[in-house]
Nanobody, 126 residues
């Protein structure tokens, strides 16, 4: 079973940048859809950005378009989220998740993903 570990979160000022990493072990993320989700205090988990198994299809929530970039490195068995121009509303716990099967139909809602990391906190101060 795959284990996912997120890193790269932290405290950053408005307009700053962070790069989140999702490292997989025990199994691969290659050939699987992978997503980044966040949960703000008192809110549900929302899809921020997802990338399909081949890397040629991506999704971004409207609120992050033009500011965040998702990428994957199959050699490193990892997925990344580059976050620029951060805003206080980007604050939350960011989770990496992997789809349950290879070559899945691409989607970016939590119900389409089975394996989840423990999350990394991102806090943006105004």
């Amino acid at each position: 079973q795959v284990q996912l570990v997120e890193s790269g979160g932290g405290l950053v000022q408005y307009g700053g940048s962070l790069k989140l990493s999702c490292a997989a072990s025990g199994d691969t993320v290659n050939w699987y859809n992978v997503g980044w989700f966040r949960q703000a205090p008192g809110k549900g988990r929302e899809g921020v950005s997802c990338i399909n198994w081949s890397g040629d299809n991506t999704y971004y929530a409207d609120s992050v378009k033009g500011r965040f970039t998702i990428s994957r490195d199959n050699r490193k068995n990892a997925v990344y989220l580059q976050m620029n121009s951060l805003r206080p509303e980007d604050t939350g716990v960011y989770y990496c998740a992997r789809a349950p099967t290879t070559y899945s139909i691409f989607a970016c809602q939590p119900s389409s993903y089975k394996y989840w990391g423990q999350g990394t906190q991102v806090t943006v101060s105004s």
